[in-house]
Structures are given as C-alpha cells and as structure tokens.
C-alpha cells in the first residue's frame, strides 16, 4: 500500500483529491494538510510514501516544501497539484524531483494515470538490484515508438498522461479490448474506449470485431 499525504490549502479540494487517491487500487490517504506549518509535521510523523502538493498554501510556498525535503533528504515522491501555470514554477519543480505536475482542474483519470506511474516506478526500483538501461527507461517513464509519437497531438478531451498509458498497453502488440484494457489502467471502460478509437483513427492501432454466440460484438484492438 502506498500511503499518500494530501497537501491543499482549500478544503473542499482536498477533499475531492483525498476520494480520487482512495479509489485508486493500491493507494491509502494517510494525512490532509492545509498549510505549510501542518505539512512539515505531518511529513516527520506520517512519512508518507507520496505527496499530492499544492504550491500555494497561506503561509508558505509548496516549490519551497519540496527544496526543504529534499535538502534533508526526506525519501519521499511529490506530485505536485497546483492552478499555477508559470514557467518558473514548473522549473522549480522539474528541479526539485518532483515525479510530475498537474494543472488544476484535472479529471480522475489524470490523476490515477500519475499514480499509477508512481506505483509502477517504486515496484521496479524495490525489485531491481542492478539496473539495465530498459529498467532505467521504465524508472524514469520513457517511451518511444510510433503511438506515443501520437500522444503530442490529441483532440480536446483527452490527457497526454492516460494516452501515453493506453498507447503502452498497445505497444505490448497484444489484442485488447476497452474492458481489458479499462481494468489494466483502473479507469473507466467508457474513457478507455475513447482513446483506443483515437489511436485507430490516427492509424496508429487497428480493430476487429469479436462476435460471441449473444449479445453485440465486442471491439478488439491491436497496435498497427
């Protein structure tokens, strides 16, 4: 189980990112802190595996939470979650190790794709004595092949983080369906689908229906 601290200034955020971590398979909430004073202790108490930060809190900076932690070397992962679109805080927070960064607003999905990443990256690491250069890309999040090329351009409606989920899930050149698929990545098959049906109108993947002996056909889908 991977505990999660939530740091938001705003309560009725916090509450909702509180419920989108706790729907994720795998993923506890440990703590809820509103400001930089209480996120300080509760970091030294709880010591969470991850953190959800906000960048602005009433009496402190979360760019300048994340410099703290990791001048003391506090072994924990930040996701940072803030309505700050600044260049300079981005940076900082490329800069301060920070596994990713999220704009406000975001849908569920966006988040549970940014998890599960985490998830994915502590499982390799904890399993990995010494590491070759494939374990190293997966570590680091790197992906490369023609259906990620495609994660650059989607339509409005879709996030880069869950494509790039599902345009790997492809690149294992397995058949999958939306189901199959939606179960994988732990969001719903409805949302699955419209992102397999993207990557095959891009011409990036191919389908096929599957008819069984009732019901309608079931869609499956293949890298091209």
Excluded at 68 to 78: D, K, Y
Excluded at 199 to 224: C, I, Q, S, T, W
Aim: charged share 25%; with cysteine.
């Amino acid at each position: 189980m991977i505990n999660v601290l939530i740091v938001e200034d705003d309560f009725r955020v916090a509450g909702i990112h509180s419920r989108f971590v706790d729907q994720t398979a795998g993923f506890h909430v440990v703590g809820t802190a509103h400001n930089g004073k209480t996120a300080r202790e509760a970091v030294l108490k709880l010591r969470p595996d991850l953190i959800l930060l906000d960048v602005h809190l009433p009496d402190a900076n979360g760019l300048e939470l994340l410099r703290e932690w990791r001048a003391s070397r506090i072994p924990v992962g930040v996701i940072v979650i803030t309505a700050a679109t600044e260049a300079n805080s981005v940076r900082d927070a490329l800069e301060g190790g920070a596994v990713h960064y999220l704009v406000k607003p975001f849908e569920y999905e966006d988040l549970t794709a940014q998890l599960q990443r985490f998830r994915d990256q502590a499982e390799t690491l904890n399993q990995t004595t010494a590491a070759g250069q494939e374990d190293i890309n997966k570590i680091f999040g790197y992906t490369a092949g023609p259906l990620t090329e495609s994660v650059q351009t989607l339509p409005k409606g879709l996030s880069a983080e869950t494509a790039a989920l599902v345009a790997e899930l492809l690149e294992s050149g397995r058949e999958t369906s939306a189901s199959d698929c939606a179960d994988t990545l732990g969001i719903s098959r409805v949302s699955v689908r419209r992102y397999l049906e993207y990557f095959v109108e891009a011409g990036r993947a191919k389908v096929r229906l599957e008819y069984g002996r009732a019901g309608r056909p079931e869609r499956k889908y293949r890298r091209r």
